[in-house]
């Protein structure tokens, strides 16, 4: 048995660097190439990254798109660094909060010859640490590699065999939490084996292992579920399932840490600070450069699975949680409606989610 880390504990390292501004190193089939989140990206090590040949910026087609640049690798573009190119300047490429006001950044000059491996794990790296999805890249020759010792390594197409395998969970710990809503409740804590955040799962009365449980797969949600958010309808959600799970004597809540459709509590920000300027949710996600959605509900299933469930009735408007369950190993039976939480200032963005993102209000 080696000390040395595997591939998911050096991927934790990685996400951690990111958001501390450490660059991490990257191996392609091209050799190996230094990858940096704009977000965390000091000057100092800008020109480091300089000092080693050409860098180029990574942005999802999504953000170039926006940005009218060209995106030749189809999910993303790599574009050219200018030579005047500042870390401030980088950080206003990738964050669109003030893009009305600077309407021209370009012109741009997207690269088009070679692979873009290393660009697209860098852009996950960065999506998986809760930065914006933009990166800096360059690569690095033999005479290079002396100046990234001491930097977390990783294959680059590992990363992407590994965000296609099911996530591994283990299960930490459960204690008995009586709620308001049902008294006889269980936590469940499960932690995935790639170090990213915990998720939980609350076990109402004595669910038949045997039976389609009634289940509610809830995405966290610290604005609405913490601090009664009238933006959206996760809060009235969340409590109405809960009630409903309670009503029916046995069911389990499971509740996910991926804040924001995945993208993270600071990007959710971001999100809603473009909403105010007029953009409605998905177009909100789009400026900032991620998918309508970033979740991964494959780690419902997996808790399903680990809790010993096979059928489920499943509480929700989204039809995408019925067949990602379906999909990985858990037969939906049922999906019952819940339809709660509508208000005067919420209106529009459930209308989003109906109409863009095929929820069955």
Partial sequence: MSLSPT?????????????????????GPDGPGLAAAVETLSE??????RALGSPVLAITRWRADTLKARAYDGDLARLRLPADATSD????????????????LGPFRSEREGAALLERAAIALAKAAHLLPAAVVV??????????????????????????????????????VPMALAEAGRVHIFRPRDGAEEHYAVEVGQP?????????LHSACFTGDVLGSLKCDCGPQLHAALGMIAGSGAGVLLYLNQEGRGIGLANKMRAYALQDQGFDTVDANHRLGF??????????AAILSAMGFAEARLITNNPAKVGMLQANGIAVVERVPIKVGLNPLNEKYLDTKAKKSGHIL
């Fill in 89 to 104: 300047w980088l950080r206003c490429v990738a964050d669109p909060a003030d893009d009305l006001d600077n309407p021209m």
């Fill in 291 to 300: 998918e309508d959605d970033e979740r991964d509900f494959r780690i419902g």
């Fill in 44 to 49: 100092d090590r800008l020109a480091a990254m």
């Fill in 208 to 216: 038949d292992r045997a039976a389609p449980v009634l289940t509610r």
């Fill in 7 to 27: 591939l998911p504990e050096r991927l934790a390292r990685a996400r951690a660097d990111m958001r501390s501004g450490v660059p991490v190193l990257l191996d």
């Fill in 139 to 176: 690569p690095v020759g033999p005479d290079g590699l002396s100046e990234c010792d001491g930097l977390t390594r990783l294959d680059a197409s590992g990363l992407a065999e590994l965000a296609a395998a099911p996530p591994v969970l283990d299960r930490v710990v459960s204690g008995r």
